[in-house]
């Protein structure tokens, strides 16, 4: 099977620094591997970041993207995922996608003979764990030792975040409410990567305790809109406030991957505020998209 980026875990260590020095090389450095080729990007949900970020690194790498939105694909409706993968791998160096059930992305990386990149699914978004790492290596330095603080639902986002921080050595803390947590065993699958430290905490207060950075993401994801009511309930108490803020450290930063909901999981002062990092993360979507491309077409850095 070709090597696809469907989640951070499937890196190794050193394969995640890889993708993260390409990252950081000049585009001129990669010696353009995708020159005359194309990149099918395929959305089933909406997009900024993924779609904007993934266009401009296939173009950088000389490549042409080809854009489509998934009711035009009909994966399982129009024709098998699996069918898809097959014809898509004539026309195109890389297939990436944006999907409601992660079961698709893999049957995609199973059955097609080009990389398969996971723009986002239900469990997980590896290209934005990425840029999280990008970002915390660019402002903190080396990351063993430092701490990532989790606050909200534990989610796709969550999940590649904490892989990607586990295998750099992080210590990683979850504040979430029950019913919205990690489930243990996942835990400490993810601390088995590398991660020097992970726990898992109700109170918002005690997850940030000491953190270098603390990180959170919208209570609602794209798909689970009809829980919408239930989710502000429990997660009420859970927003990253300039008070919150004052039990990290000093110095500690704000990180969302964006869209943001200002006054729900985070205070307007907080991501519009001197310790957020958002903009800075939301253009390294780019240059980490276009390193994780590079890797997977075997530039090496
Ligand atoms: N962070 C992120 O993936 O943003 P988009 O949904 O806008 O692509
Ligand atoms: N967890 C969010 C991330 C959006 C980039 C979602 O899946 O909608």
Redesign the pocket.
Known sequence: MTRSLINLRDLSRDELLEVLALSELPIADLGAPMNGLGAALIFEKPSNRTRHSMEMAVVQLGGHPVYTRGEEIGFDTREPVEDVAAIMSGYHAIICARVFKHSVVERLAVAASVPVVNM?SDHS?PLQGLADVLTMRQELGELKGKTVAWVGDW???ARSLAEASSLLGMSIRVGAPNGYQADPRELDDIQSLGASDINQFTSPEEAVAGADVVHT??WT??GQEAENAARLKAFAGYSVTEDLMKRAKAEALFMH?LPAHRGEEVAAEVVDGPASRVVKQGHNRMHSARGALAFLLGVKP
């Open positions: 986002l978004h989610n796709n986002v993401d919208v994801s794209m991957c």
